[in-house]
């Protein structure tokens, strides 16, 4: 099974975004209130992180990510 952690645009009501937005952020649609922040989700469990830029949870995100990695059993375990 492929683990993935998956960023998701939100409005303030905790409703994802899917409307499209200007190079600013701005709303392109009269129907959006905007995005009020991001949610990082991991498909494996109830990982969850909400933050108000992308680039801080795409950081926290690859690092929950690293955290699924298993590590090689070393020459001395193996003993």
């Not at 991001?38 to 990982?47: E, F, H, L, R, V």
């Amino acid at each position: 099974m492929r683990i993935s952690a998956t960023i998701r645009p939100i409005h303030a009501d905790q409703s994802v975004c899917t409307h499209r937005v200007t190079s600013t952020g701005k709303p392109k649609e009269a129907s959006c209130t905007g995005r009020a922040a991001y949610t990082a989700t991991c498909s494996a469990g109830d990982w969850t992180q909400t933050g108000t830029t992308k680039a801080a949870l795409e950081y926290s995100r690859d690092s929950h990510l690293r955290s699924h990695i298993t590590q090689p059993a070393t020459a001395a375990s193996n003993a």
